[in-house]
């Protein structure tokens, strides 16, 4: 059965950085579509950065862009997300998530993932 299992979350100062793995037991969704996600109580899962299946083209949501990258080692089947100059606006319960499916990717749409890991928080104090 595959699995993903996100680790390296934890509470960090504002500026300070963090470098979140995401590692697959299983298949090699990995070399899939991927992205990261993050969550707060009361809020709706928020995309933060996704890396396209072939061509490794990243996307980030707007607020992350030049201070979060996203990238891929297929061989150790992991996805990282490397979080510089974080700010307390980030802090959220941060998941990983393959895409499979075929057509556009609505990046930012929850439904088109096949499953998710058990996330990894991520807590900024200011």
């Known amino acids: 059965q595959v699995r993903l299992v996100e680790s390296g979350g934890g509470l960090v100062q504002a500026g300070d950085s963090l470098r979140l793995s995401c590692t697959e037991s299983g298949r090699t969704l990995i070399t899939y579509s991927m992205a990261w996600f993050r969550q707060t109580p009361g809020k709706e899962r928020e995309f933060v950065a996704g890396?396209?299946?072939?061509?490794?083209?990243?996307y980030y949501v707007d607020s992350v862009k030049g201070r979060f990258t996203i990238s891929r080692d297929n061989a150790d089947k992991t996805l990282t997300l490397q979080m510089n100059s974080l700010k307390s606006e980030d802090t959220g319960l941060y998941y990983c998530?393959?895409?499979?499916?075929?057509?556009?990717?609505?990046?930012?749409?929850?439904?088109?993932?096949?499953?998710w890991g058990q996330g990894t928080p991520v807590t900024v104090s200011s």
């Open positions: 998530a393959p895409r499979t499916g075929g057509g556009p990717w609505d990046y930012a749409n929850t439904r088109q993932y096949d499953f």
């Open positions: 890396l396209t299946r072939f061509a490794g083209t990243p």
